[in-house]
């Protein structure tokens, strides 16, 4: 079955670098665009990066823009998320989301948690 | 992008039906047949019940339903179960560069 697994959350003090990783399994992951999606502790919900299958086309929220670069490796099956600059406000539980047809997100991982704090 | 706009709670005995609604703009909700909607249990990743504003995927039960007028959309569950009890996110695909909004997030309690 689809399996899609975070890690790399942690804490980090602000200004500080951090990458996530989502590791994919039980399905053809290098077929599937896919996304990075947040959410704030006590909070919704918060997209935040894709990134197609095809050609690495990435788009991200303006809340990371510049910040966040979203990648994939298609060998490894993987997900990643590398993050600078980060701010009180990028603490959150991230998760990795597969893109459906239909613009709507079918499966997610089960999250890890960034915490940005001095 | 803001935010959709939901209701912080709801509630419902078992066995009633609670709608939820989901309140955006033309640039989103009211542009695009793209609105989903997420249940979220305490703990656990958001999974997906409604997509395309009305459809439902493979095994979530019929008592979901999802519709959409305007710039608001809706979410409905019938015939109330103690599972149900959850935290509900409506989603909706907003164009421009390829992004979505999501909603703030509303707690449904059975009573």
């Known amino acids: 079955q689809v399996q899609l697994v975070e890690s790399g959350g942690g804490f980090v003090k602000p200004g500080g670098s951090l990458r996530l990783s989502c590791e994919a399994s039980?399905?053809?992951?290098?077929?599937?665009?896919m996304n990075w999606i947040r959410q704030a502790p006590g909070k919704g919900l918060e997209w935040i990066s894709y990134i197609s299958s095809s050609d690495g086309t990435t788009y991200y929220a303006d809340s990371v823009k510049g910040r966040f670069t979203i990648s994939r490796d298609n060998v490894k099956n993987s997900l990643y998320l590398q993050m600078t600059s980060l701010r009180a406000d990028d603490t959150a539980t991230y998760y990795c989301?597969?893109?459906?047809?239909?613009?709507?997100?079918?499966?997610w991982g089960q999250g890890t948690l960034l915490t940005v704090s001095s | 992008q803001s935010a959709l706009t939901q209701p912080r709670s709801v509630s419902g005995s078992p066995g009633q039906s609670v709608t939820i609604s989901c309140a955006g703009s033309s640039s989103d909700v009211g542009g695009y047949y793209y609105v989903s909607w997420y249940q979220q249990h305490p703990g656990q990743a958001p999974k997906l019940i409604i997509y395309?504003?009305?459809n439902r995927p493979s095994g979530v039960p019929a008592r979901f339903s999802g519709s959409k007028s305007g710039n608001t959309a809706s979410l409905t569950i019938s015939g109330l179960q103690a599972e149900d009890e959850a935290d509900y996110f409506c989603?909706?695909?907003?164009?421009?560069?390829?992004?979505?909004?999501f909603g703030g997030g509303t707690k449904l309690t059975v009573l």
């Open positions: 395309n504003v009305r």
């Open positions: 989301a597969i893109l459906g047809d239909g613009y709507k997100f079918d499966n």
């Open positions: 989603c909706s695909y907003a164009g421009t560069s390829l992004n979505w909004v």
């Open positions: 039980g399905f053809s992951f290098s077929d599937y665009n």
